[in-house]
Every structure is written in structure tokens, then in C-alpha cells.
């Protein structure tokens, strides 16, 4: 497939072949430092706003949510009026309500901003990755893909440590401006060297299946991420999941019943590269969450380090991820999509056994620096052939659904990651102090029990007992983050079995057997 730039000088040539990669990668980017750059932030929104913790976390958690439930939606229009069009809407939206954010005098203005922004991130994100694959060839395609998907598992940790590095020496608000620029710079790349292409179809839009989508996502969404919050078992929680379940099922019936005018053609996930590439992206994304939610505190309440500082001991794992994603389309090359993906879960087990083997409050960081290394090569070579197989698994005139679904994906994974492992960090925590806080008095003690940051505030009301307090909870963290590890270890080694016997076949995907008719109309 060629696509040819706004000047109709054909195909782009290998310079503006890298212009373009860049400004998607851009644009990501901006999209991506949002979805995390806020929880730096929490304690500044609740004094600003005189704002309640549940409010605070709507604040944040909006954006995801927005952002989730219209990916597939604006995805599929945007391959119909164009790629092009949409990326520059988007990014428009994006920016403004980043600015808006920015200068936010209540909560409701903030809320409303948020939404805003996850609104116009759900226009940016399916469409970079769909710019990508129908305008690059398929020698290079693979290459491009590895950037992007680096770009997309480790710009959110890059984009923390910059949030942190804005709050610390200057003021949250400042959070706003980095996505600003960024958007700014994008839209003038994209203006200058993006070509557009969009693709014909002969069925109408499927709006039912649209409408039922974003339902679905909505209720499964919030669910994961009020669960914890509210309670499993509160109304809330459960006539969300009700809801999410229903028009999911709901969901997938209508999409079998119109066929080949569906949204999403459901039928694909029977083949291996379409299910096998999703189903490790929603591991590898929920593992690699949920490794943040127990890392921070670790580095936080029990190192005692800085949310700056924090932040930057992650930044070991996101560069190893960010530059093996680059290399793993050649190992792909040489090896086999399957064998790359295989090799990488492997090696992201093995990081997680080795932060569950040696981590210690005593020996610090470097008793889980291996182990975060390992974890990183590991992401990196598996996400970017399962990217590679959802997006050559969908026809070319789907590819902005291929990369919502994509991305649909990663936000579950997310959220369902942060979910469990961060209950079970949670329920080991709680099993393993009860055991420590003989002595300690009952109103500390039940403070104690309720998580290790807790734990360190209340311990200095409690006299001589103070440091005993303190070394039992960081001791039963360190029990509570090896129960996480283990079962993150489980997980890995369930989906490793799965992609040997069921993953995509160690060849280069096939060309679509109707090119002629999924020949995308360049708009010149």
C-alpha cells in the first residue's frame, strides 16, 4: 500500500519517512505523560481544590476512562474521513483542553477539562499508530512499530519523572505545559509531512456496534478502577460490572450478526496473531502497572526516598524497554514473531522472580535493579510483535480499529493489573503485620495495618515504640511485594505456555488477499 503526501510527490521518501514517525511519536507522547503525570500531583489537587481523595482520583482517573471507551469509536471513523484529519482534530481538542486544565479554578472545570483531553488523546492514539502501518513499507513497517511501542511503554515513566521534576522546582500546574509543547510541536509536523489517507467501505458505520463498545469499556473501566476504592462488593461496583458484562456480550453478538460490517470483526480473534498479540499486551501492560503500584511505595515508605527521586529509579527499566522495543522486529526478523515474544515474557518472569527472590528493606535498590532490567528487555521484546500481530492481523482499511484495539488493550491491562497486584501487595501486607505489631497500641496499630505509608505517618505517636513499628511494616511490605511478584510470576509463566503452543506463526504476515479493494484513497 502507498500513501502519497499532500503534494502528490508519491510514495515519502526514506526523510520524511522519519519526519512522520517522529511526529506521531510526538503526539504519543503528549497522550501518554497525561495518563500518569497527574498522580504526582494528589496532595496539590486536594489542597487546591479543597477536594476529597475520590475526588482527587476522578480527576485523574476520567481522562483513562474517556480516553478507553472512545478509542475503538473515533479509531474506525477515523479511517473513513481520514487520518490526516482526525490526528489534527485531536490534537487541536487535546491542546486546548490541556490549557484548559492548566487554568482550572474548580474541580468541576478541571473534571470537565479531563474529560476533554480524553476525548481528543482517544482521536490521537489510534490514528499514530494507523499512520504508521499504512504509510510505511513493509520492510520498515516493523522498525517503526518497535519505536512506537517504546515510545508507548515507556514515555508514561518518562513522563512521570518530568511531572515530578515540574512539581518539585516549580508548581503541578506546570504539569499542563508539557503536554502543550509537545502537542504544539506535533501539529506543526503533522500540518508540514503527514500525508492523509482514508479507506472506502461499502457498509455504512456501524453506530450500534460503537455505542455498545463504549459502554462495555465504560463499565469494565470503572469497575477496575473503583473496585479497590468503593468496594468489590459495593452496588456501584457490581451494576458496573453488570452493565460492562452485558454490552460486552451484547457487544460481540451484534458484531458477529453484521459480519463484514462490523466495527470489529470478532471472528478474527480465532486466528493466532490477533489473539495471541492481545492477549500478551494485556499481561505484559497489567504486570508492568502493577510493578509501579508496588515499586513507589517501596522506593517512597520504605527507602524513603523522594517522588522525584522515585520516579527516577524507574527510568532503568524504561530505557531498557524503549530500546528493545527498537530491536526486537529484527530479532522478530530472524527468529520468528512467536520465538521474540516467547523469549521476552521469559525474561520479564525472570525479572519478576528476581525481585521477588532478593529484594530486602535493608540491601535498597539494588536488591531489585537486576530484576527491573530484566523486566525491561523483557516488555520490550514482547510488545512489539504483538502490536505487529494485532495490526497485520486486521485488513488494511481497519487499521485504525487494528490500533484501537491495540490500545484498548493496554488501557485494560493497566487497570487490571493495578487492580490485582495491587490487592494482593495489599491483602500480604495485611496478613504478614499482624504478626509484628505485638506491643504496639491498638489505635497505631490499627492505623498500621492499613498500608506501609500509614504505617510510617502513625509511628511517630507511638514513642519507643516508633522504630519497631516502622521496621515491621517495611519488613511486611517486602512480604506483601514477593506474594505480588510470585503471582506475577504465574501469569508469565500461564502466557508463556500459551504463546508456544497458540502464539502467531514464526513467519512474516501475509498480504491481504484483497489488496485491490482495501487500497486506501489518498487525498491529496
Given amino acids: 500500500m502507498t500513501v502519497s503526501d499532500e503534494s502528490g510527490g508519491g510514495a515519502p521518501d526514506a526523510r520524511q519517512l522519519r519526519t512522520i514517525l517522529i511526529a506521531v511519536c510526538i503526539a504519543l507522547m503528549a ?80 473534571l ?7 476525548i481528543g488523546a482517544a482521536m490521537i492514539m489510534p490514528i ?12 520498515e513497517r ?41 502537542i504544539i510541536v506535533a501539529l506543526a509536523m503533522t500540518l508540514k509531512s503527514v500525508p492523509n489517507s482514508r479507506e472506502r467501505s461499502a457498509h455504512s458505520f456501524d453506530t450500534v456496534g460503537a455505542l455498545v463498545s463504549t459502554v462495555a469499556v465504560v463499565g469494565l473501566i470503572f469497575v477496575l478502577q473503583e473496585g479497590p476504592e468503593r468496594g468489590w462488593t459495593a452496588p456501584a461496583t ?107 515474557i ?6 519478576l522472580a528476581l525481585m521477588a527472590l532478593f529484594v530486602s528493606a535493608d540491601g535498597g535498590y539494588l536488591t531489585i535493579l537486576p530484576g527491573m532490567l530484566a523486566m525491561g528487555i523483557g516488555m520490550g521484546l514482547s510488545m512489539t510483535p504483538s502490536t505487529e500481530a494485532i495490526t497485520g492481523s486486521l485488513p488494511r482499511e481497519k487499521q485504525g480499529v487494528a490500533s484501537a484495539l ?57 514513642g519507643s515504640h516508633a522504630q519497631d513499628l516502622v521496621h515491621a511494616a517495611q519488613q511486611s511490605f517486602v512480604d506483601g511485594w514477593q506474594q505480588a511478584m510470585w503471582a506475577g510470576v504465574a501469569v508469565m509463566g500461564v502466557l508463556f505456555v500459551y504463546i508456544a503452543l497458540r502464539g502467531p506463526k514464526n513467519s512474516a504476515p501475509a498480504a491481504d488477499d484483497d489488496t485491490e479493494a482495501t487500497e486506501p484513497v489518498t487525498v491529496r
Avoid: C
Fill in 238 to 344: 457490581l451494576i458496573s460490572l453488570a452493565v460492562g458484562l452485558i454490552a460486552a456480550i451484547g457487544f460481540v453478538a451484534w458484531e458477529l450478526h453484521r459480519r463484514d460490517a462490523s466495527l470489529l470483526d470478532v471472528r478474527l480473534f480465532r486466528e493466532r496473531g490477533l489473539a495471541g498479540g492481545s492477549i500478551t499486551l494485556l499481561v505484559v501492560f497489567g504486570v508492568q502497572a502493577g510493578i509501579a503500584v508496588v515499586l513507589f511505595p517501596f522506593f517512597q515508605a520504605v527507602l524513603g526516598w523522594s517522588g522525584l527521586l522515585s520516579t527516577l529509579a524507574l527510568m532503568p527499566m524504561a530505557v531498557m524497554m524503549m530500546m528493545t522495543s527498537g530491536l526486537a522486529p529484527k530479532l522478530a526478523v530472524r527468529l520468528g514473531s512467536r520465538s521474540t515474544m516467547g523469549t521476552g
Fill in 31 to 110: 497522550v501518554i505523560a497525561s495518563v500518569s503525570g497527574l498522580n504526582v500531583a494528589q496532595t496539590h489537587l486536594a489542597v487546591e481544590f479543597d477536594a476529597s481523595q475520590s475526588t482527587v482520583l476522578w480527576i485523574i482517573n476520567i481522562y483513562t476512562l474517556a480516553l478507553a471507551a472512545l478509542l475503538l469509536p473515533l479509531g474506525a471513523i477515523g479511517d473513513r474521513v481520514g487520518r490526516k484529519p482526525m490526528l489534527i482534530a485531536g490534537l487541536g481538542v487535546f491542546g486546548v483542553a490541556s490549557v484548559a486544565a492548566g487554568l482550572a479554578p474548580t474541580a468541576e472545570v478541571m
Fill in 142 to 182: 516493523g522498525t517503526a512499530i518497535g519505536v512506537w511501542t517504546g515510545v508507548a511503554g515507556g514515555g508514561g515513566i518518562l513522563g512521570m519523572f518530568l511531572s515530578a521534576l515540574l512539581v518539585d522546582v516549580a508548581d503541578w500546574r506546570w504539569l499542563f505545559v508539557l503536554p502543550v509543547v509537545l
Fill in 406 to 462: 491495540n490500545d484498548v488493550t493496554r488501557e485494560f491491562g493497566t487497570a487490571l493489573g493495578v487492580a490485582l497486584l495491587g490487592a494482593l501487595l495489599s491483602v500480604g501486607y495485611r496478613s504478614a503485620i499482624d504478626d509484628r505489631l505485638q506491643g504496639i497500641p491498638q489505635g497505631a496499630a490499627d492505623t498500621a495495618r492499613e498500608g506501609i505509608a500509614n504505617a510510617v505517618e502513625v509511628a511517630g505517636s507511638t
Fill in 346 to 351: 521469559a525474561l520479564a518472569a525472570v525479572g
Fill in 128 to 139: 499514530t499508530l494507523a499512520v504508521i502501518t499504512s504509510t510505511f513499507p513493509e520492510e
Fill in 112 to 118: 470537565a477539562a479531563r474529560v476533554a483531553s480524553g
